[in-house]
């Protein structure tokens, strides 16, 4: 792949989108490869991914602006909904992603950075959503994602106004979950994957799934669908250990990796 390195350590993926030069911009081949890597990923192996970017100054600094100059409404139109496409099946994913975001993470970026599970942030890192600057809208999830994450109320003053926002206020919004110096924050993104990787993965992913498809639907109809997918982890492998692993009271023992996937 031009623009993409995957790689697995063990139940770990990292997926790097590497366009250094451009600072990680999104063009169509990006998130064709993007695509592409993620119908790839081991899913009998993998258990939770990391998506980062190439370099010590961006994750991904937006949409590529360059290739957007000269596009008709249709294609404006049809390039929304190819990275739509893209960072919804990232969203959907069926394991964890952590966005590692090192660094810029503007427009496009901000927006792969939304449709992650889990955001953490190198000190350098600067959000926003500068599209309205460029006479845009967000086009890639924005208007939709940062207004469920950080309220409707902040999320339109950082879209009308294009400003940006260093790491500690996006700590302080709800934006990322915790920021590192940079040269800790791939430390931190594995220690994280992999605690999440050492827990029942049948269980990790329906929590996700759960959460997803709860949270846009009322209360009666969500406690449905945490119901069903409460009773869809029992009569499972790891269940069984898990729980008989909890009430054996020999205090010797030793747990066993969670095997199912
Ligand atoms: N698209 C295309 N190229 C980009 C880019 C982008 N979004 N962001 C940076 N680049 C390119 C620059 O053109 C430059 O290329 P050259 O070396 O060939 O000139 C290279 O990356 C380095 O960038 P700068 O020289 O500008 O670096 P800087 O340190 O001076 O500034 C920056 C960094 C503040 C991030 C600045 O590059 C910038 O403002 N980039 C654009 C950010 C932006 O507006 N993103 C939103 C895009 S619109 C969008 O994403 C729509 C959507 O929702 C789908």
Not at 28 to 51: G, H, K, P, W, Y
Not at 81 to 92: A, I, Q, Y
Not at 94 to 104: L, R
Not at 233 to 242: A, I, L, N, P, S
């Amino acid at each position: 792949m031009e623009f993409i390195l995957y790689e697995q350590k063990g139940a770990v993926g990292t997926i790097t989108i590497n366009r250094e030069k451009a600072l990680n911009a999104l063009n169509s081949t990006v998130l064709d490869e993007l695509n592409q890597t993620l119908d790839a990923v081991n899913l009998d192996e993998v258990r939770c991914l990391i998506l980062t970017g190439a370099g010590q100054k961006s994750f991904v600094a937006g949409a590529d602006i360059g290739e957007m100059s000269s596009l008709t409404k249709a294609e404006g139109e049809a390039f929304g909904k190819k990275g739509n496409d893209v960072f919804r099946k990232l969203e959907t994913f069926p394991i964890p992603v952590i966005a590692a975001i090192n660094g810029f993470a503007l427009g496009g970026g901000c927006e792969i950075a939304m449709s992650c599970d889990i955001r953490i942030c190198s000190e350098n890192a600067v959000f926003g959503q500068p599209e309205v600057g460029l006479g845009i809208t967000p086009g890639f999830g924005g208007t939709q994602r940062l207004a469920r994450l950080v309220g409707a109320g902040m999320a339109k003053q950082m879209i009308y106004t294009a400003r940006n926002i260093k790491a500690d206020e996006a700590y302080r919004i709800g934006l990322v979950n915790a920021v590192y110096p940079q040269e800790e924050l791939m430390a931190a993104a594995e220690k994280m994957a992999g605690g999440i990787a050492k827990n029942a993965p049948i269980a990790v992913r329906n929590c996700k799934k759960a959460i997803n498809e709860g949270i846009d639907v009322d209360m009666d109809a969500a406690i449905v669908i945490e119901e069903k997918l409460f009773g869809d982890c029992f009569e499972t492998e790891d269940q069984k250990y898990g729980m008989a692993f909890f009430l054996d009271k020999n205090k010797e023992k030793v747990k066993e990796p969670f095997k199912n996937c």
